[in-house]
């Protein structure tokens, strides 16, 4: 009789379907591992650190959101993963806290360079218009001087007690009021200070010497705007052209009685010609000279205009640092959080934060 030697139940293998059973670590295995854990520092070589920081960057549910991808205002993801992984190198957190602290320090640096970029377009968004806003503004100025200079001519003689004001009350009509007298006043004496007030009144000149070689005088329509526009610089000059009148005209207003010598006259004429001409030519000097003035003035009032702009309208100067003192907050908690946390994980005893009540007392 033979004897069998009794199989093992073939439960009892180990097979993957019915793993070995693991031995519970002992109290001095769980004591141990978790001082070794203390000791810890995260990885040491460049390598382990590269690859700590390149899990930090793909998994950050905040890398994902903070970077703008798309639109005008696209961000450089780039820029972001080489702060994270700056960031990393000087931290080099270990485990998801403080990870995740060091994402948020991130996010906080990126967040407050856009309130940089924002306080920049903020200052550009005027200066950037600035010449053509003050050329605007000029242009518009000296069209309204003009425009009022010419209201005095085109009431005639019979309204000069009242002056039209266009567009006073309702754009488009004319309304008559006393008050204007003034308003053209003022514009009569701002013609010389701008550059369109300059070039009419140069031209007015250039018209009246032409007349004047043509003719041997100034028609009355050039010599009452001559009068009408340099009247508020220089009165005497203004005068003398509103009196040159035609030769002819005032030998026919003398009386017929009266016996002159008229060659005697006609060289006095000649004589007063050529005197105004030399105060015209005098006086398209005095505006080319003017007119260099004008604009360098127009150069320095820029220039401290811009300066002026370097800093952000007062609304906008708010906004910008309370979301800058905002961002500050959390960035000095984030900070503050990760450096007690990595104190204690090398078993520093690390006392509990300070909170100070700030609030009113009742």
Known sequence: ?????????????????????????????????????????????????????????????????????????????EEFHDLVKQLHEQYEPIGVIEESLVQKIATCWWRTARVIRAENGEIRKRLDTLAMDRELRNSNKGNSDLELSEIPLLLGAENQGQLVLLGAKNPGQPVLTKDGTSDVREALRDLHKNHLGLESMSQLLQIAKSEIARDGY??????????????????????????????????????????????????????????LVVCIDGCLERISALDGYVTEREDLARDAEARSFSLPPADA????????AHLDRQLYRAMDQLERLQRRRRGENVPPPLNINVGSRR
């Open 317 to 324: 100067t708010d906004k910008l640092l309370r979301y800058e």
């Open 1 to 77: 009789m033979s004897l069998e030697t009794p199989s093992k139940d073939s439960s009892a293998q180990p097979s993957p379907a019915n793993p070995p059973r693991r031995q519970p670590a002992s109290e001095r295995r769980i004591r141990a591992n978790r001082q070794n854990a203390l000791r810890s520092t995260g990885p040491k070589t460049k390598r382990g650190k590269r690859t700590v920081a390149g899990n930090a960057i793909k998994h950050g549910f905040l890398a994902r959101e903070v970077v703008i991808t798309a639109g005008d205002g696209e961000e450089s993801l």
């Open 218 to 275: 100034m028609s009355v329509n050039i010599r009452n705007r001559i009068f009408h526009a340099f009247r508020g610089w220089d009165y005497n000059f203004a005068l003398s052209c509103l009196l040159c009148g035609d030769p002819e005209a005032k030998k026919a207003d003398r009386p017929s009685e009266e016996v002159v010598d008229e060659q005697a006259v006609d060289e006095q004429t000649d004589k007063n010609r050529a005197d």
